[in-house]
């Protein structure tokens, strides 16, 4: 469960990390609504995280949430920002994706 819980965690840094791209990319009242959104999604992804890491290791459970943090937010940003989506891109994030996996097998 404490896996699962992890993985909703990595999803939320998403989602706080396409929330201040939205904003970014917005003003006025539509860009405070992004914020509002970052600081929703950035509390649930920090609870969530202490919550696991009362069972799982910190070291684990920091290098899996910031690595899903990060595969999600570059694939959010080739589908939603119109970032490069080049060879090697695509390349570094299915070895961090392997690592991830990897880190899971070794660990509790």
Do not use: D, Q
Request: with cysteine; hydrophobic share 55%.
């Amino acid at each position: 469960m404490n896996w699962i819980l992890l993985l909703i965690a990595g999803l939320f840094e998403v989602g706080f990390a396409t929330c201040l791209g939205k904003a970014k990319e917005t003003s006025g009242t539509t860009a405070w609504l992004w914020y509002g959104g970052f600081l929703i999604c950035l509390t649930i992804s920090m609870l969530l995280l202490v919550k696991v890491t009362k069972v799982l290791p910190i070291g684990t459970a920091y290098a899996v949430w910031t690595g899903i943090g990060a595969v999600g937010s570059t694939i959010i940003g080739i589908l939603v920002f119109n970032e490069p989506a080049t060879f090697w891109r695509i390349f570094f994030l299915f070895t961090l994706i392997s690592s991830l996996v990897g880190l899971k097998f070794v660990s509790n």
